[in-house]
């Protein structure tokens, strides 16, 4: 990679996959052990779970920006001044990522998952694509490491996979849980009673499994009929296989 | 890994990602390099997609082992017939693979994409999974690549991602068209002119992008509407994208 020179940087949008180290590709690995900036997001006072991800490998006297979530904690989703921080703070990020690169050097940010599925990067990517050179490389999402850890394969044939998010309402989840053949809910965590009810509802219950940390030290897996937490994780999610026709 | 010895050897059914050797998993990477028996599907006379891939890290003197797909272009899919020549083919593949694991050896099985997403490994590991050790290696999948490849996110939000195969019926490609934000179809091929209904019908048409090859060094990416093909390559996904709300 370019180190410090007059001409531009380029920032690299760098998939880590589901959590474990080897679980990335050659190539981000590649990338991450010859950059000499890296940038993260994390939640303010935390590591950042992408830090820690790489940080065996990440090189001696690396620079590192850490992107901080404000705390939004007590703003609705809903409200307009949530929208309005968020969208300094990435604004923020964006002018301090091209300053980086403006002084000719590279930066690699990481980021959990696949960079363009449900990612933060791409509020970065989306401000700055027309403007700077940027590179994304793809990753294991968290949800193929999610369906592997069931051992039991999400899709064959012609089987409808359908991807959903616990945000949204329980009368949509069932709509679309009753009508797929498989289906993965991500954002499980303070959803997890509605998206029960929805899989319930649906007849699909006996299918459902649930993975906290997929592919990462920790991980769980369990039939959510025999899940007795009424909170998930933030890294949890549910799997409703397809089936063989 | 185990050579031979008098222990039972383990099958891995180890996912290759999309196509491009830099983009399979760390993981994957370490486990053919130092594997002394393959296993991959194949159309008979070709080499193997998946052969390919790894064509260069493999080890000297491994052995091998092409499980050739019965031609069956004369059989419909409806066809019992059809069933039962791939049933016997998936039959004889595990005989074989467990005599070389019963030997001692370990088989590192080459799946193109994600072993669990609509590959052909299932068929194996659904055979095996209660008879003898079995480990999957996730992977990133054919259509990561192909959303990467667009340069737009596929997901933002709470946005619903449904993935379909060209495979079903127009009718059913478009109610799940025009009732997602964002749609990944896969199995394009022979199937391009009724996708490009069913998108056209469900008012998307000006959204869709097709990918040939994604990852691939051969990569094509295109707006649907500027692709003048009739039939597309077996390697092609297409791609409608969700919008941030």
Known sequence: MKNVSSEIGTIYGIGLGPGSVDLMSVRADRLIKSCSFIAFFRKAGRPGHARQIVSEILPENVKEYAMEYPTTTEIPLTDPRYKKVMTSFYDECCWHLKSVIESGEDVCVLCEGDPFFYGSFMHIYERLRLE????????????????????????????????????????????KISTTDAAVIMKVGQNLGKIRNAITLAEREGDAFIVEFAAMSNQFVCRLLDYTKEVAPYFSIIILHGKAK
Chains 1, 2 share one sequence.
């Open 132 to 175: 700077v050179p940027i590179e994304v490389v793809p990753a294991i999402t968290g949800m193929s490491a999610a369906w592997t850890a069931t051992r039991v394969p999400i899709t064959w044939g012609d089987n409808i996979l359908t991807i959903l998010t616990g945000t949204l309402s329980e009368k949509k989840l069932f709509d």
